[in-house]
């Protein structure tokens, strides 16, 4: 009797362990789905925005690059020492990004960058008066011209011909259609025209160091990365020996004051203000003095270039996002505002100080009151503002709040000494 009288609750919790054990069997499965999709999407993006980045490849391209300036097609400052002195040589690839070529060298000694937004120079737009006319019989002006009203279609800015000289540094003489052709190519990549006419403006932007062909060299800086734990390699700008906690947290705030000063500079130091719409770590670097420095520009935008990518046609707010600048939706006219309604700097407290400033500087360096408010300023700036003198009279306030915050932190590190 007592056996017939416990074989239902031996039949019950049968029961729960079959069903236990199907719907282990039933989430493992729905995991590997998942992984599966989730590898095939991501190898279908890989396939579809981006190419394999091989060294074989690379040199390859080089040796093409070096070929036709052998053939007299391309020429610039750097041909000579890549093609013939080898004074110029190859490392590794990078990566390749949407036809974009990214590749490491060493050019005398010293590491560099090697840049093109295409592969080949022959799939640049080919500028047809080269063949109408002889070259050196092209009047300068008409040059300055032409470059101005490329800049103009690139940027969306006016410039006048004393303000094309970082653009324009070529001289009549041999490889003079060479010359033209190669610069032509250049001022087809949006990127290399902010370089230039930064550099002797900026410090937070690349410096050009030359070119050959459609090929422009910069100088090597260790981009930042998301999954880095200070998003920027410490160790490369500060050295191994001073990676402790108090050298990377007076790091952390050096670098945080040049991130807010790159913005003031790009909001009032130009005749427009420069809008960022990719921020993340990969696209910044860090130089040894602990500047900020702006490496991947292809997502940068003057005022008026600004203001045309954001008035398009729209049903919703959502219709107004180009990637990290947005505007409003105005419903009535079915037509996004031209005016940006965040700014460089809630994006960069959104996605850089936020890592930083979460409880990261605890401990005894930085007093517990100071981290609670610099947590409450970063969180408070991260928040979408508002358009207008409202919108940039709420930045002005954060923008001095973190500054005097993290000089204030600056202090105590170094009286913690």
Not at 227 to 234: G, R, S, V
Not at 366 to 385: D, H, R
């Amino acid at each position: 009797r007592r056996s017939g009288a416990g074989q239902p609750g031996w039949a019950g919790r049968l029961r729960l362990k079959i069903w236990r054990r199907c719907a282990l069997l039933l989430l493992l499965l729905w995991a590997a789905c998942w992984l599966v999709v989730s590898a095939a999407l991501f190898l279908l993006h890989r396939s579809v925005f981006s190419e394999r980045c091989t060294d074989e490849k690379s040199r390859r391209i080089l040796a093409r690059l070096c070929l036709d300036y052998s053939s007299g097609a391309l020429t610039g400052d750097l041909c000579e020492d890549l093609c013939v002195a080898q004074k110029l040589v190859y490392k590794h690839c990078l990566y390749y990004d949407r036809g974009k070529k990214v590749i490491q060298a060493d050019w005398r000694g010293q590491p560099i960058i090697l840049k093109s937004k295409k592969e080949i120079f022959s799939s640049y737009q080919h500028l047809s008066m080269l063949e109408e006319v002889e070259t050196q019989d092209i009047p300068e002006t008409e040059l300055l011209l032409m470059v101005a009203l490329e800049v103009k279609n690139a940027l969306g800015l006016e410039l006048s011909n004393n303000t094309m000289g970082p653009l324009w540094t070529r001289k009549k003489g041999p490889r003079w259609k060479a010359q033209v052709a190669s610069m032509w190519s250049l001022l087809q990549q949006e990127e290399y025209i902010y370089f230039s006419l930064l550099q002797d403006f900026s410090k937070h932007v690349l410096r050009i160091i030359g070119s050959c062909g459609h090929f422009y060299a910069v100088e090597y800086l260790t981009a930042g990365h998301a999954w880095h734990k200070t998003l920027f390699p410490l160790e490369n700008v500060i050295g191994p020996s001073l990676t402790g906690h108090r050298s990377r947290v007076r790091a952390i705030i050096d670098i945080a004051l040049s991130f807010l000063d790159m913005v003031q500079h790009f909001d009032n130091d130009f005749s427009h203000r420069l809008h960022l719409c990719d921020i993340k770590p990969e696209n910044f670097a860090i130089r040894h003095d602990l500047t900020v420095v702006a490496i991947d520009v292809d997502m940068a935008f003057f005022e008026p270039k600004m203001r045309d990518i954001l008035e398009q046609n729209c049903t919703g707010d959502e219709d107004c996002n180009f990637f990290d600048c947005f505007s409003k939706c105005n419903l009535k006219i079915r037509k996004c505002g031209a005016q940006r309604a965040n700014n460089n700097l809630q994006v960069i407290c959104d996605k850089i100080f936020r890592r930083w400033f979460s409880p990261n500087l605890r401990g005894s360096l930085v007093s517990l009151p100071l981290q609670l408010q610099l947590q409450k300023a970063v969180q408070e700036c991260a928040q979408p503002g508002h358009t207008g003198t409202t919108g940039h009279q709420r930045t002005l306030k954060s923008l001095s709040e973190l500054y005097h915050l993290l000089r204030v932190t600056q202090r105590q590190l170094q009286g913690a000494q």
